[in-house]
């Protein structure tokens, strides 16, 4: 079989350049349906962009690379797009927009606006070779085996994230293969694990929080979980984070608890520190605590300068976790295609014009918030409209 252009892997960077590839498109997937991160994310309502995209909010060992894509295929774009389709979404918070129905209209909209392409589902690809002016792919499509030649192919098979989705690392094997380098992955947006037990008895408890690390913050949810921290500040941080690190906690971010005890003092003075702090932060969190930094006595028996020691140790509580929970739970992966080696206009490879790598797969990973996916409609646009042409 021969076509202008083969996609490897059907989910939102794939199916956005089949929409935008032209003719000739075949684009293929092991799975069973199209665009399956799509339906699960979002609780099921696809968080499909973030209306204050930039090139900041991605991590990249070329931070310039995501730029040309996002600006030549914004957010706006794509909300445009969805509006089109009638489309009701909302904004949750911090710009984020979720579907007001389901994540199964964006995956309905994607596949309208690629009906002029094949597409081929549980289908397992074998060895990729180039001979000279085509690539020749060989697949098995429901047990029966097929040569594919194709002019153009793009990759976009995603990283290595829930592998029980069925992720792979296959793009990272096809770059290798035609001589691209490829930046080590590993599991971001993920929660942070401790070999012990230390946070078991907190396991549910949620609170706002700033969490730093390799010095960069976020100022959103902490949770904490029967093996270590999650929640969105933690997930934020986790793609800065490196093992053998410490995080930096600030459990009062929102708060001036300096001022709010001392103003106290007076009128509360009998009551436990602890009592008066659980005002301000969970009590069961503050009882935690108070085994392991100086939260004894009572609030009239504190000085100023001892309770801006507790303010203080309260902003600033380092801790180091053991590891994360891996590609299991993550919800993106890190690095990938090394940008040195592709276009930032086409996404093509500068030494093979006919090879693509789009969305994850790439060393270009966004906040958690719509960020990957608007990279993914991005990316998979730029391919597209270069390969059109």
Same mark, same amino acid.
């Given at each position: 079989?021969?076509?202008?252009?083969?996609?490897?892997?059907?989910?939102?960077?794939?199916?956005?350049?089949?929409?935008?590839?032209?003719?000739?498109?075949?684009?293929?997937?092991?799975?069973?349906?199209?665009?399956?991160?799509?339906?699960?994310?979002?609780?099921?309502?696809?968080?499909?962009?973030?209306?204050? =995209?930039?090139?900041?909010?991605?991590?990249?060992?070329?931070?310039? #690379?995501?730029?040309?894509?996002?600006?030549?295929?914004?957010?706006?774009? #794509?909300?445009?797009?969805?509006?089109?389709?009638?489309?009701?979404?909302?904004?949750?918070?911090?710009?984020?927009? #979720?579907?007001?129905?389901?994540?199964?209209?964006?995956?309905?909209?994607?596949?309208?606006?690629?009906?002029?392409?094949?597409?081929?589902?549980?289908?397992?690809?074998?060895?990729?070779?180039?001979?000279? =002016?085509?690539?020749?792919?060989?697949?098995?499509?429901?047990?029966?085996?097929?040569?594919?030649?194709?002019?153009?192919?793009?990759? $976009?098979?995603?990283?290595?994230?829930?592998?029980?989705?069925?992720?792979?690392?296959?793009?990272? !094997?096809?770059?290798?293969? #035609?001589?691209?380098?490829?930046?080590?992955?590993?599991?971001?947006?993920?929660?942070?694990?401790?070999?012990?037990?230390?946070?078991?008895?907190?396991?549910?408890?949620?609170?706002?929080?700033?969490?730093?690390?390799?010095?960069?913050?976020?100022?959103?949810?902490?949770?904490?979980?029967? @093996?270590?921290?999650?929640?969105?500040?933690?997930? !934020?941080?986790?793609?800065?984070?490196?093992?053998?690190?410490?995080?930096?906690?600030?459990?009062?971010? !929102?708060?001036?608890?300096?001022?709010?005890? @001392?103003?106290? @003092?007076?009128?509360?003075?009998?009551?436990?520190?602890?009592?008066?702090?659980?005002?301000?932060?969970?009590?069961?969190?503050?009882?935690?605590?108070?085994?392991?930094?100086?939260?004894?006595?009572?609030?009239?028996?504190?000085?100023?300068?001892?309770?801006?020691?507790?303010?203080?140790?309260?902003?600033?509580?380092?801790?180091?976790? $053991?590891?994360?929970?891996?590609?299991?739970?993550?919800?993106?992966?890190?690095?990938?295609?090394?940008?040195?080696?592709?276009?930032?206009?086409?996404?093509?490879?500068?030494?093979?014009?006919?090879?693509?790598?789009?969305?994850?797969?790439?060393?270009?990973?966004?906040?958690?918030?719509?960020?990957?996916? !608007?990279?993914?409609?991005?990316?998979?646009?730029?391919?597209?409209?270069?390969?059109?042409?």
């Amino acid at each position: 079989m021969q076509v202008k252009t083969l996609i490897i892997g059907a989910g939102a960077a794939g199916m956005m350049c089949a929409a935008h590839a032209g003719s000739g498109v075949l684009i293929i997937d092991h799975a069973k349906a199209a665009g399956d991160k799509i339906r699960i994310s979002g609780g099921g309502r696809c968080n499909f962009t973030n209306m204050g =995209t930039t090139a900041a909010n991605f991590l990249s060992a070329n931070p310039h #690379f995501a730029k040309s894509a996002l600006k030549r295929y914004t957010q706006w774009d #794509f909300i445009n797009l969805v509006s089109s389709h009638g489309i009701a979404y909302h904004e949750k918070s911090l710009g984020q927009l #979720f579907c007001d129905n389901s994540a199964k209209d964006i995956i309905a909209m994607l596949h309208t606006e690629m009906s002029g392409a094949q597409l081929w589902l549980q289908t397992e690809v074998g060895d990729i070779s180039h001979n000279g =002016t085509h690539f020749i792919v060989q697949v098995i499509k429901d047990g029966t085996p097929h040569t594919i030649t194709a002019t153009n192919l793009v990759m $976009s098979s995603g990283g290595k994230s829930i592998p029980k989705m069925g992720a792979t690392g296959l793009s990272y !094997q096809v770059a290798t293969q #035609f001589g691209l380098d490829v930046i080590t992955p590993r599991p971001g947006l993920v929660p942070l694990t401790f070999t012990d037990d230390r946070f078991k008895p907190l396991a549910g408890t949620a609170l706002p929080a700033r969490i730093t690390a390799s010095c960069t913050s976020f100022d959103e949810a902490l949770l904490f979980t029967h @093996r270590g921290l999650s929640g969105p500040a933690i997930l !934020q941080a986790s793609s800065y984070w490196h093992e053998g690190e410490a995080i930096r906690t600030n459990l009062i971010p !929102q708060i001036d608890l300096y001022t709010a005890l @001392r103003d106290v @003092r007076i009128p509360m003075g009998r009551k436990a520190l602890t009592t008066v702090i659980s005002q301000h932060l969970p009590a069961r969190l503050v009882s935690y605590l108070a085994d392991i930094m100086d939260l004894s006595g009572n609030l009239g028996d504190r000085s100023d300068a001892s309770l801006q020691s507790v303010t203080d140790t309260l902003s600033n509580w380092d801790i180091t976790p $053991s590891g994360s929970e891996g590609y299991r739970t993550a919800e993106v992966t890190l690095g990938g295609v090394n940008t040195d080696n592709l276009s930032s206009k086409t996404m093509a490879t500068k030494t093979m014009p006919n090879l693509y790598f789009i969305g994850e797969c790439v060393d270009v990973t966004g906040w958690l918030g719509g960020y990957n996916f !608007q990279w993914a409609w991005s990316s998979g646009w730029a391919a597209g409209q270069a390969i059109q042409l």
